[in-house]
């Protein structure tokens, strides 16, 4: 019936799951890199880190939508895996900014302030 046997898989619309994978994916390997403390150190920064989980939340949100439109066009059903992923991706990306956030604060408590240090 379409031109890929892709998009549909026993009447559900399963073209975006690829990308909800990917950007859960993303989500992990952020959480992996704020857990792992050289890395934190070297590479992350809050705002890189903001950056990163709010495009990943972004995008899962608008992912669900347009393929929830998209199905709806072509007579097919929604995408129940697809909703967790987004919501697994909400998850993660979450938690990853409040470890990093967790474990600044604590950092920036154990250090001696500029005026003590001599």
């Not at 549909?8 to 992990?28: N, R």
């Not at 990943?56 to 059903?77: H, P, Q, R, T, Y």
């Not at 919501?87 to 990853?96: N, P, Q, R």
Request: proline share 3%; net charge positive.
């Amino acid at each position: 019936m379409y031109t890929y046997k892709s998009f549909a898989t026993d009447g559900v619309f399963t073209l975006l799951q690829p990308i909800q994978f990917t950007m859960l994916a993303v989500s992990l390997i952020t959480l992996i890199f704020v857990l792992i403390p050289i890395i934190r150190k070297q590479y992350l920064n809050w705002l890189t880190l903001s950056f990163i989980s709010a495009m990943n939340i972004v995008l899962s949100a608008l992912v669900i939508f347009f393929g929830a439109i998209l199905a709806d066009e072509m007579n097919l059903g929604g995408d129940a895996i697809g909703l967790w992923l987004a919501l697994g991706t909400c998850i993660v990306s979450l938690l990853a900014l409040l470890i990093y956030f967790g474990q600044h604060k604590k950092g920036q408590h154990l250090q001696k302030p500029p005026y003590l240090a001599g």
